[in-house]
């Protein structure tokens, strides 16, 4: 399978389907063809990686006794903000701010495949205006750590890592729904749509019942998923895709980004099928 720009076309060609159909060239509007098929899937459940062992040692029990030296109750939200830049020293003598999680970042990069859970998106080095390169990462607190229970800081099963543009001009520390964790969801609730500007943009899955699409699209909203700068790379997803396919080939381009891939994959057997069936 593959497939490729030509002017204003595209072109797929599949050596599975019928001599008939295999010696044509098939040209088709994939916009058109993506609307037909109800839009391409942006998020898909996410597997919940396994706890790292050495998690609760280095992580959880460093954060648990912080909060017992404060005074802070492991049950209620912290009472500031600052509980979390407070100094210390820990079990190894070094002294540290209270923010324990960042000692999980490796394990969570490798553990989310360095793809942003809400976003989808591959985690890239970005180039500060100064010249300087940093990591787009961040990590989330899927229940906000100013918000839920201070011990939530330090659990494995809270934290969720991120593009930064997400957690910090999106989600923050907005409460976002249990059931739209995308390591909870049991079936994809969202796609894709194309506006009247080329763009695609993130809306909920038209199948659902109009009570959850009104919650969705709160939620939308909540994450930042449809911020400029995130319709910017996802359109650049899409259309790189789509010229480069056969320089890629489909083994990269599903690794690089699984989400769209499989949906225009989705969406040009759909159509081949059609055809195929046409032709009988």
């Given at each position: 399978?593959?497939?490729?720009?030509?002017?204003?076309?595209?072109?797929?060609?599949?050596?599975?389907?019928?001599?008939?159909?295999?010696?044509?060239?098939?040209?088709?509007?994939?916009?058109?063809?993506?609307?037909?098929?109800?839009?391409?899937?942006?998020?898909?459940?996410?597997?919940?990686?396994?706890?790292?062992?050495?998690?609760?040692?280095?992580?959880?029990?460093?954060?648990?006794?912080?909060?017992?030296?404060?005074?802070?109750?492991?049950?209620?939200?912290?009472?500031?903000?600052?509980?979390?830049?407070?100094?210390?020293?820990?079990?190894?003598?070094?002294?540290?701010?209270?923010?324990?999680?960042?000692?999980?970042?490796?394990?969570?990069?490798?553990?989310?495949?360095?793809?942003?859970?809400?976003?989808?998106?591959?985690?890239?080095?970005?180039?500060?205006?100064?010249?300087?390169?940093?990591?787009?990462?961040?990590?989330?607190h899927f229940e906000p750590k100013s918000r839920a229970a201070a011990r939530r800081a330090y659990d494995w099963d809270n934290l969720r890592w991120a593009w930064r543009v997400i957690d910090n001009e999106g989600?923050?520390?907005?409460?976002?729904?249990?059931?739209?964790?995308?390591?909870?969801?049991?079936?994809?609730?969202?796609?894709?749509?194309?506006?009247?500007?080329?763009?695609?943009?993130?809306?909920?899955?038209?199948?659902?019942?109009?009570?959850?699409?009104?919650?969705?699209?709160?939620?939308?909203?909540?994450?930042?998923?449809?911020?400029?700068?995130?319709?910017?790379?996802?359109?650049?997803?899409?259309?790189?895709?789509?010229?480069?396919?056969?320089?890629?080939?489909?083994?990269?381009?599903?690794?690089?980004?699984?989400?769209?891939?499989?949906?225009?994959?989705?969406?040009?057997?759909?159509?081949?099928?059609?055809?195929?069936?046409?032709?009988?």
């Amino acid at each position: 399978f593959f497939f490729f720009k030509q002017k204003t076309a595209y072109e797929i060609r599949n050596c599975d389907w019928s001599a008939d159909v295999c010696s044509s060239d098939l040209v088709l509007d994939p916009l058109a063809a993506g609307r037909a098929a109800g839009g391409l899937a942006v998020m898909i459940p996410v597997p919940l990686p396994p706890e790292p062992a050495c998690f609760d040692r280095s992580v959880r029990q460093e954060g648990l006794a912080h909060l017992h030296e404060q005074g802070q109750d492991p049950a209620q939200p912290p009472r500031s903000s600052s509980l979390w830049t407070l100094k210390r020293l820990d079990a190894s003598g070094n002294e540290r701010t209270a923010e324990y999680w960042q000692r999980a970042r490796e394990d969570l990069r490798a553990g989310y495949n360095n793809r942003c859970v809400y976003s989808c998106f591959v985690i890239e080095t970005e180039r500060l205006a100064d010249g300087r390169e940093q990591s787009g990462h961040s990590i989330d607190h899927f229940e906000p750590k100013s918000r839920a229970a201070a011990r939530r800081a330090y659990d494995w099963d809270n934290l969720r890592w991120a593009w930064r543009v997400i957690d910090n001009e999106g989600k923050g520390n907005h409460w976002i729904p249990a059931e739209h964790d995308p390591t909870a969801m049991t079936a994809p609730l969202l796609q894709l749509a194309e506006d009247e500007g080329g763009n695609w943009l993130v809306v909920p899955d038209p199948g659902l019942e109009h009570s959850e699409q009104t919650r969705l699209r709160e939620t939308i909203g909540l994450l930042g998923l449809n911020l400029r700068k995130v319709v910017l790379r996802r359109n650049a997803y899409v259309d790189d895709f789509l010229n480069n396919g056969p320089d890629y080939g489909p083994t990269w381009m599903q690794e690089r980004q699984p989400f769209v891939y499989r949906e225009l994959r989705r969406i040009f057997d759909r159509w081949a099928a059609g055809l195929e069936s046409a032709a009988r």
